[in-house]
Protein backbone atom coordinates (compact mmCIF):
# COMPACT_ATOMS: atom_id res chain seq x y z
CA UNK A 1 0.00 0.00 0.00
CA UNK A 2 1.07 3.69 -1.11
CA UNK A 3 2.03 5.92 2.01
CA UNK A 4 -0.45 8.50 -0.34
CA UNK A 5 -3.23 5.48 -0.40
CA UNK A 6 -2.85 5.10 3.70
CA UNK A 7 -2.89 8.99 4.20
CA UNK A 8 -6.09 9.08 1.76
CA UNK A 9 -8.02 5.99 4.12
CA UNK A 10 -6.93 7.89 7.43
CA UNK A 11 -8.35 11.24 6.17
CA UNK A 12 -11.12 9.42 4.71
CA UNK A 13 -11.77 7.18 8.26
CA UNK A 14 -10.99 10.65 10.54
CA UNK A 15 -14.25 11.49 10.86
CA UNK A 16 -15.74 8.22 11.70
CA UNK A 17 -12.73 7.71 14.66
CA UNK A 18 -13.61 11.44 15.86
CA UNK A 19 -17.26 10.35 16.19
CA UNK A 20 -16.95 7.66 19.02
CA UNK A 21 -18.89 8.80 21.92
CA UNK A 22 -17.96 9.75 25.10
CA UNK A 23 -18.55 6.52 27.23
CA UNK A 24 -20.53 8.49 30.24
CA UNK A 25 -22.65 6.71 33.08
CA UNK A 26 -24.95 8.33 35.18
CA UNK A 27 -25.64 8.09 38.41
CA UNK A 28 -29.10 10.79 38.29
CA UNK A 29 -31.77 10.30 35.71
CA UNK A 30 -32.12 14.24 35.49
CA UNK A 31 -28.51 14.35 34.77
CA UNK A 32 -29.02 11.96 31.76
CA UNK A 33 -30.92 13.88 30.51
CA UNK A 34 -28.93 17.27 30.49
CA UNK A 35 -25.99 14.84 29.00
CA UNK A 36 -28.23 13.70 26.39
CA UNK A 37 -29.20 17.53 25.91
CA UNK A 38 -25.73 18.86 25.44
CA UNK A 39 -23.88 15.59 24.41
CA UNK A 40 -25.86 14.46 21.45
CA UNK A 41 -24.90 12.37 19.13
CA UNK A 42 -21.29 12.07 20.74
CA UNK A 43 -21.86 10.96 24.31
CA UNK A 44 -23.38 7.64 24.91
CA UNK A 45 -25.10 7.77 28.23
CA UNK A 46 -25.48 4.67 30.87
CA UNK A 47 -27.69 5.21 33.05
CA UNK A 48 -27.26 3.31 36.64
CA UNK A 49 -30.10 5.06 38.10
CA UNK A 50 -33.46 4.65 35.59
CA UNK A 51 -36.29 6.62 35.94
CA UNK A 52 -38.90 6.02 38.65
CA UNK A 53 -36.06 3.83 40.97
CA UNK A 54 -35.39 5.52 44.20
CA UNK A 55 -31.62 6.94 44.55
CA UNK A 56 -32.00 7.04 48.20
CA UNK A 57 -32.27 3.18 48.37
CA UNK A 58 -29.45 2.79 45.72
CA UNK A 59 -25.97 1.05 45.98
CA UNK A 60 -23.85 0.35 43.40
CA UNK A 61 -23.55 -3.56 42.42
CA UNK A 62 -20.21 -5.41 41.39
CA UNK A 63 -22.44 -5.08 37.68
CA UNK A 64 -22.30 -1.38 38.18
CA UNK A 65 -19.07 -1.08 39.54
CA UNK A 66 -17.63 -3.06 36.43
CA UNK A 67 -20.14 -0.89 33.95
CA UNK A 68 -18.67 2.15 35.43
CA UNK A 69 -14.54 1.85 35.51
CA UNK A 70 -15.11 0.73 31.43
CA UNK A 71 -16.65 4.69 30.80
CA UNK A 72 -14.61 8.00 30.65
CA UNK A 73 -17.24 10.20 33.03
CA UNK A 74 -19.31 9.72 35.64
CA UNK A 75 -21.91 11.90 36.59
CA UNK A 76 -23.30 11.96 40.04
CA UNK A 77 -25.42 14.67 41.45
CA UNK A 78 -22.75 15.21 45.00
CA UNK A 79 -23.92 17.36 48.36
CA UNK A 80 -24.58 13.88 50.30
CA UNK A 81 -27.09 12.10 47.61
CA UNK A 82 -24.74 9.42 47.00
CA UNK A 83 -23.54 8.45 50.09
CA UNK A 84 -21.62 5.90 48.40
CA UNK A 85 -20.03 8.14 45.98
CA UNK A 86 -16.48 8.08 47.63
CA UNK A 87 -16.59 4.35 47.63
CA UNK A 88 -17.21 4.00 44.33
CA UNK A 89 -14.73 6.61 43.49
CA UNK A 90 -12.19 4.35 44.76
CA UNK A 91 -12.96 1.46 43.76
CA UNK A 92 -12.54 2.67 39.81
CA UNK A 93 -10.13 4.68 40.58
CA UNK A 94 -7.39 2.83 38.52
CA UNK A 95 -9.52 2.48 35.39
CA UNK A 96 -9.06 6.87 35.21
CA UNK A 97 -12.61 7.66 35.39
CA UNK A 98 -13.71 11.07 35.37
CA UNK A 99 -16.11 12.06 38.07
CA UNK A 100 -18.28 15.25 37.44
CA UNK A 101 -20.22 16.27 40.05
CA UNK A 102 -23.09 18.43 39.61
CA UNK A 103 -23.34 19.57 43.33
CA UNK A 104 -20.00 21.57 43.15
CA UNK A 105 -21.65 24.06 40.11
CA UNK A 106 -24.57 24.64 41.86
CA UNK A 107 -25.01 27.70 45.53
CA UNK A 108 -26.36 24.40 47.86
CA UNK A 109 -28.79 25.47 50.13
CA UNK A 110 -29.08 24.23 54.05
CA UNK A 111 -31.55 21.09 55.14
CA UNK A 112 -34.26 22.34 57.02
CA UNK A 113 -32.82 21.70 61.16
CA UNK A 114 -34.62 19.92 62.31
CA UNK A 115 -34.24 17.20 59.66
CA UNK A 116 -30.61 16.90 61.45
CA UNK A 117 -32.18 16.25 64.91
CA UNK A 118 -35.06 14.12 63.88
CA UNK A 119 -32.61 10.90 62.24
CA UNK A 120 -29.64 10.04 61.61
CA UNK A 121 -28.37 9.56 57.80
CA UNK A 122 -25.40 10.11 55.79
CA UNK A 123 -26.36 13.31 53.91
CA UNK A 124 -24.21 16.44 54.36
CA UNK A 125 -25.66 19.45 55.91
CA UNK A 126 -26.60 20.76 52.28
CA UNK A 127 -29.95 19.82 50.74
CA UNK A 128 -28.86 17.63 47.60
CA UNK A 129 -32.07 17.99 45.48
CA UNK A 130 -30.48 20.72 43.50
CA UNK A 131 -32.65 20.32 39.95
CA UNK A 132 -35.87 21.67 41.51
CA UNK A 133 -33.95 25.24 40.95
CA UNK A 134 -34.00 25.64 37.07
CA UNK A 135 -31.06 28.21 37.52
CA UNK A 136 -28.90 25.31 38.77
CA UNK A 137 -29.77 22.87 36.30
CA UNK A 138 -28.11 26.05 33.81
CA UNK A 139 -25.35 26.01 35.84
CA UNK A 140 -24.81 22.37 35.72
CA UNK A 141 -25.57 22.41 31.83
CA UNK A 142 -22.39 24.48 31.46
CA UNK A 143 -20.33 21.95 33.88
CA UNK A 144 -21.28 19.37 31.30
CA UNK A 145 -20.28 20.85 28.48
CA UNK A 146 -16.64 21.89 29.85
CA UNK A 147 -16.38 18.00 30.88
CA UNK A 148 -17.41 17.23 27.34
CA UNK A 149 -15.44 19.60 25.21
CA UNK A 150 -12.17 18.41 28.01
CA UNK A 151 -12.89 14.91 26.73
CA UNK A 152 -13.50 15.64 23.22
CA UNK A 153 -12.04 19.01 22.48
CA UNK A 154 -13.38 18.02 18.21
CA UNK A 155 -16.70 18.43 19.66
CA UNK A 156 -16.20 22.05 21.25
CA UNK A 157 -18.75 23.73 18.54
CA UNK A 158 -21.07 20.70 19.28
CA UNK A 159 -21.57 20.79 23.01
CA UNK A 160 -21.63 24.86 22.91
CA UNK A 161 -24.16 24.92 20.56
CA UNK A 162 -26.22 21.53 22.20
CA UNK A 163 -26.06 23.83 25.56
CA UNK A 164 -26.90 26.69 24.23
CA UNK A 165 -30.37 25.17 22.44
CA UNK A 166 -30.82 23.59 25.93
CA UNK A 167 -30.13 26.71 27.71
CA UNK A 168 -32.95 28.51 25.78
CA UNK A 169 -35.36 25.54 26.27
CA UNK A 170 -34.89 25.90 30.52
CA UNK A 171 -35.35 29.59 30.16
CA UNK A 172 -38.96 29.07 28.60
CA UNK A 173 -39.55 26.57 31.04
CA UNK A 174 -38.24 29.33 33.86
CA UNK A 175 -41.00 31.97 32.21
CA UNK A 176 -43.55 29.18 31.56
CA UNK A 177 -42.99 28.37 35.32
CA UNK A 178 -43.14 31.61 36.78
CA UNK A 179 -46.70 32.95 34.73
CA UNK A 180 -48.31 29.23 35.77
CA UNK A 181 -47.36 29.88 39.80
CA UNK A 182 -48.20 34.05 39.63
CA UNK A 183 -51.95 32.27 40.15
CA UNK A 184 -50.82 30.97 43.24
CA UNK A 185 -51.44 33.71 46.04
CA UNK A 186 -48.40 33.29 48.67
CA UNK A 187 -50.36 31.98 51.48
CA UNK A 188 -51.65 29.15 49.51
CA UNK A 189 -48.05 28.15 48.47
CA UNK A 190 -47.54 25.69 51.10
CA UNK A 191 -46.28 22.13 50.06
CA UNK A 192 -46.97 18.99 52.17
CA UNK A 193 -44.45 16.71 50.75
CA UNK A 194 -43.68 12.63 51.63
CA UNK A 195 -39.80 14.00 51.63
CA UNK A 196 -38.16 16.97 51.80
CA UNK A 197 -36.92 17.24 48.52
CA UNK A 198 -38.52 20.69 46.96
CA UNK A 199 -36.32 23.41 49.09
CA UNK A 200 -34.78 24.69 45.92
CA UNK A 201 -38.24 25.33 43.95
CA UNK A 202 -39.29 26.39 47.48
CA UNK A 203 -36.74 28.85 47.21
CA UNK A 204 -37.17 30.15 44.22
CA UNK A 205 -40.61 30.42 43.98
CA UNK A 206 -41.73 31.64 47.59
CA UNK A 207 -42.96 28.16 48.90
CA UNK A 208 -42.98 26.56 52.45
CA UNK A 209 -42.21 23.27 52.29
CA UNK A 210 -43.31 21.02 55.07
CA UNK A 211 -41.96 17.15 54.74
CA UNK A 212 -43.24 14.44 56.76
CA UNK A 213 -39.98 12.46 56.03
CA UNK A 214 -36.69 14.14 56.52
CA UNK A 215 -34.41 14.83 53.40
CA UNK A 216 -34.14 11.17 52.67
CA UNK A 217 -36.85 9.16 51.74
CA UNK A 218 -35.66 6.43 54.04
CA UNK A 219 -35.92 8.57 56.69
CA UNK A 220 -38.88 7.82 59.37
CA UNK A 221 -40.81 10.49 61.16
CA UNK A 222 -41.53 10.03 64.74
CA UNK A 223 -45.57 9.81 65.89
CA UNK A 224 -44.95 13.11 67.56
CA UNK A 225 -43.85 14.89 64.41
CA UNK A 226 -46.47 13.45 62.34
CA UNK A 227 -49.22 14.75 64.96
CA UNK A 228 -47.49 18.53 64.79
CA UNK A 229 -47.88 18.10 61.34
CA UNK A 230 -51.24 17.72 61.17
CA UNK A 231 -51.70 20.24 63.54
CA UNK A 232 -50.03 22.31 61.66
CA UNK A 233 -51.39 21.42 58.24
CA UNK A 234 -54.80 21.94 60.23
CA UNK A 235 -54.11 25.49 61.04
CA UNK A 236 -52.55 27.03 57.41
CA UNK A 237 -55.80 25.46 55.96
CA UNK A 238 -53.42 23.68 53.65
CA UNK A 239 -55.73 22.46 50.69
CA UNK A 240 -53.81 19.63 49.28
CA UNK A 241 -50.32 17.36 50.08
CA UNK A 242 -48.44 15.63 47.47
CA UNK A 243 -47.30 12.32 47.20
CA UNK A 244 -44.28 11.15 45.17
CA UNK A 245 -43.52 8.74 42.28
CA UNK A 246 -41.23 6.26 44.09
CA UNK A 247 -43.23 6.90 47.62
CA UNK A 248 -46.27 4.72 48.82
CA UNK A 249 -48.45 6.66 49.42
CA UNK A 250 -50.07 5.16 52.82
CA UNK A 251 -48.92 7.43 55.32
CA UNK A 252 -50.11 10.45 53.49
CA UNK A 253 -53.66 9.40 52.69
CA UNK A 254 -53.95 8.99 56.76
CA UNK A 255 -53.21 12.46 56.70
CA UNK A 256 -55.26 13.67 54.04
CA UNK A 257 -58.39 11.50 56.35
CA UNK A 258 -57.42 13.53 59.53
CA UNK A 259 -56.70 16.86 58.13
CA UNK A 260 -59.31 17.45 55.71
CA UNK A 261 -57.18 18.07 52.92
CA UNK A 262 -56.85 16.58 49.63
CA UNK A 263 -54.48 14.29 48.00
CA UNK A 264 -52.90 17.14 45.67
CA UNK A 265 -51.55 14.34 43.37
CA UNK A 266 -47.83 12.61 42.46
CA UNK A 267 -44.44 15.06 42.38
CA UNK A 268 -41.35 14.17 41.05
CA UNK A 269 -38.93 14.60 43.67
CA UNK A 270 -35.85 12.61 43.40
CA UNK A 271 -35.62 12.50 39.90
CA UNK A 272 -37.59 11.87 36.54
CA UNK A 273 -40.77 9.57 35.84
CA UNK A 274 -41.63 8.03 32.89
CA UNK A 275 -43.64 9.28 29.74
CA UNK A 276 -43.81 12.81 29.49
CA UNK A 277 -41.93 13.39 32.83
CA UNK A 278 -39.33 10.94 31.13
CA UNK A 279 -37.07 14.30 30.42
CA UNK A 280 -36.32 17.29 33.00
CA UNK A 281 -38.56 19.55 31.13
CA UNK A 282 -40.84 17.20 30.89
CA UNK A 283 -40.85 16.36 34.91
CA UNK A 284 -40.71 19.78 35.79
CA UNK A 285 -43.96 21.03 33.94
CA UNK A 286 -45.55 17.88 35.69
CA UNK A 287 -44.76 18.90 39.07
CA UNK A 288 -45.72 22.63 38.50
CA UNK A 289 -49.15 21.68 36.81
CA UNK A 290 -49.77 19.14 39.94
CA UNK A 291 -49.39 22.10 42.25
CA UNK A 292 -50.72 24.70 40.36
CA UNK A 293 -54.51 22.48 40.20
CA UNK A 294 -54.15 21.25 43.76
CA UNK A 295 -53.64 24.31 45.55
CA UNK A 296 -55.63 26.83 43.25
CA UNK B 1 -64.22 10.07 108.30
CA UNK B 2 -66.62 12.03 110.14
CA UNK B 3 -69.30 14.91 109.96
CA UNK B 4 -72.76 15.07 107.56
CA UNK B 5 -72.33 13.21 104.31
CA UNK B 6 -73.29 16.45 102.06
CA UNK B 7 -70.08 17.76 103.77
CA UNK B 8 -68.19 15.32 103.10
CA UNK B 9 -69.41 14.54 99.36
CA UNK B 10 -68.53 18.90 98.89
CA UNK B 11 -65.12 18.10 100.44
CA UNK B 12 -64.45 14.81 98.33
CA UNK B 13 -65.37 17.13 94.92
CA UNK B 14 -63.06 20.23 95.86
CA UNK B 15 -60.29 17.44 96.50
CA UNK B 16 -60.61 15.93 92.67
CA UNK B 17 -61.00 19.42 91.67
CA UNK B 18 -57.79 20.39 92.83
CA UNK B 19 -56.11 17.43 92.08
CA UNK B 20 -57.52 17.47 88.17
CA UNK B 21 -56.49 20.70 87.65
CA UNK B 22 -53.06 19.77 86.84
CA UNK B 23 -53.93 16.71 84.84
CA UNK B 24 -55.89 19.07 82.95
CA UNK B 25 -53.07 21.27 82.32
CA UNK B 26 -51.18 18.57 81.32
CA UNK B 27 -53.20 16.81 78.84
CA UNK B 28 -55.40 19.35 77.04
CA UNK B 29 -55.56 20.41 73.37
CA UNK B 30 -52.85 23.46 73.00
CA UNK B 31 -52.33 25.34 69.73
CA UNK B 32 -49.75 23.87 67.92
CA UNK B 33 -46.79 25.97 67.95
CA UNK B 34 -46.02 26.99 64.66
CA UNK B 35 -42.77 25.62 63.46
CA UNK B 36 -40.29 28.14 62.70
CA UNK B 37 -41.29 27.64 58.66
CA UNK B 38 -44.27 28.08 59.20
CA UNK B 39 -45.29 31.69 60.99
CA UNK B 40 -48.28 33.13 59.75
CA UNK B 41 -48.15 36.78 57.19
CA UNK B 42 -48.40 39.43 58.67
CA UNK B 43 -52.07 41.30 57.80
CA UNK B 44 -50.80 44.65 57.70
CA UNK B 45 -51.78 45.85 54.01
CA UNK B 46 -50.18 48.57 51.74
CA UNK B 47 -50.33 50.30 48.78
CA UNK B 48 -47.79 49.31 46.60
CA UNK B 49 -47.86 51.99 43.16
CA UNK B 50 -46.83 50.02 40.39
CA UNK B 51 -45.40 52.44 36.62
CA UNK B 52 -44.74 50.20 33.66
CA UNK B 53 -42.94 52.69 31.25
CA UNK B 54 -42.15 51.10 27.68
CA UNK B 55 -39.90 52.45 25.34
CA UNK B 56 -42.10 51.74 22.26
CA UNK B 57 -45.91 52.74 22.38
CA UNK B 58 -47.53 49.21 23.73
CA UNK B 59 -50.78 47.81 25.14
CA UNK B 60 -49.97 47.50 28.56
CA UNK B 61 -51.73 45.43 30.84
CA UNK B 62 -50.64 44.10 34.54
CA UNK B 63 -52.36 41.69 37.35
CA UNK B 64 -52.01 40.31 40.08
CA UNK B 65 -54.00 37.38 42.27
CA UNK B 66 -56.67 39.30 43.96
CA UNK B 67 -56.23 42.49 42.79
CA UNK B 68 -58.68 44.21 39.87
CA UNK B 69 -56.84 43.63 36.53
CA UNK B 70 -55.56 47.25 35.07
CA UNK B 71 -54.84 47.44 31.76
CA UNK B 72 -53.91 50.46 28.90
CA UNK B 73 -57.14 51.07 26.86
CA UNK B 74 -54.90 52.24 23.57
CA UNK B 75 -51.22 52.15 22.90
CA UNK B 76 -49.56 53.86 25.42
CA UNK B 77 -46.13 54.12 27.02
CA UNK B 78 -46.59 54.09 30.73
CA UNK B 79 -49.38 52.68 33.08
CA UNK B 80 -49.82 53.38 36.48
CA UNK B 81 -51.59 51.05 38.80
CA UNK B 82 -51.65 50.83 42.29
CA UNK B 83 -52.21 47.37 44.19
CA UNK B 84 -53.17 47.00 48.07
CA UNK B 85 -51.24 44.04 49.20
CA UNK B 86 -49.54 42.30 52.36
CA UNK B 87 -46.59 44.35 53.34
CA UNK B 88 -44.33 40.75 54.23
CA UNK B 89 -45.57 39.07 50.99
CA UNK B 90 -46.67 41.03 48.33
CA UNK B 91 -48.24 38.97 45.27
CA UNK B 92 -45.91 38.39 42.22
CA UNK B 93 -47.28 40.94 39.73
CA UNK B 94 -47.57 39.26 36.12
CA UNK B 95 -47.01 41.94 33.51
CA UNK B 96 -47.57 42.14 29.58
CA UNK B 97 -46.49 44.26 27.02
CA UNK B 98 -47.77 43.81 23.27
CA UNK B 99 -45.50 46.44 20.81
CA UNK B 100 -47.24 48.16 18.29
CA UNK B 101 -44.40 48.32 15.96
CA UNK B 102 -42.29 44.96 16.66
CA UNK B 103 -38.55 45.68 16.94
CA UNK B 104 -35.98 44.05 17.86
CA UNK B 105 -34.98 45.47 21.41
CA UNK B 106 -38.15 47.06 22.72
CA UNK B 107 -37.83 47.48 26.57
CA UNK B 108 -40.82 47.03 29.53
CA UNK B 109 -39.29 48.82 32.71
CA UNK B 110 -41.62 48.09 36.03
CA UNK B 111 -40.94 49.87 39.21
CA UNK B 112 -43.07 49.31 42.13
CA UNK B 113 -42.58 51.73 45.54
CA UNK B 114 -43.81 52.17 48.61
CA UNK B 115 -45.01 55.63 50.56
CA UNK B 116 -42.07 56.83 47.99
CA UNK B 117 -39.18 54.05 48.23
CA UNK B 118 -38.23 52.14 45.28
CA UNK B 119 -38.62 48.75 46.14
CA UNK B 120 -38.02 46.87 42.99
CA UNK B 121 -36.53 48.22 39.29
CA UNK B 122 -36.61 45.36 36.28
CA UNK B 123 -36.74 45.80 32.95
CA UNK B 124 -37.46 43.22 30.31
CA UNK B 125 -36.42 43.11 26.71
CA UNK B 126 -38.39 41.69 23.99
CA UNK B 127 -39.37 41.53 20.26
CA UNK B 128 -43.20 41.65 19.72
CA UNK B 129 -44.52 41.21 22.96
CA UNK B 130 -43.54 40.43 26.74
CA UNK B 131 -45.32 38.36 29.30
CA UNK B 132 -43.44 37.78 32.67
CA UNK B 133 -43.95 37.51 36.28
CA UNK B 134 -42.05 40.10 38.64
CA UNK B 135 -41.47 38.74 42.25
CA UNK B 136 -41.71 41.80 44.97
CA UNK B 137 -39.01 41.46 47.40
Same mark, same amino acid.
Given at each position: MSPLFSVLIFIGLAPWVSAEPIKVA !?? *??? #? !?????NVGGDRVEVSEIIKPGSDPHLYEPTPGDIKKISSVQIVLASGLGFEPYLDKLRSSVEKSGVEFVVAGSAVKPIACAEEDHHDHSHSHDAADPHWWHSIANVEAVTLQLRDAFIAVDPDGRSDFQANARAFED =?? =?? #??KWTRLQLAVLPKSQRILVTSHDALGYFA???GFQVLPVQGISTSD?? *? !?QKVRNLIQEIKSLGVKAIFA? %??? %??KVLQQITVETGANLGGTLYADGLGIGDAGTYIGMMRSNVTTIVEALQ | MRGHPILRLVVLICFLAIAGIPVYLITRDRPVGVLSSGKLPSKKIVSYEITMTSSTPAHLALAAVGQKPVESSSETESLIATYSMDA???EDLVVKARFVSPQKNAALRIQVQVAGKMIKDATLWGSESIEDVISIP
Open positions: !SL *STV #L !SDIAR =KL =KV #LARDYQP *S !SE %NIE %NP | VKP
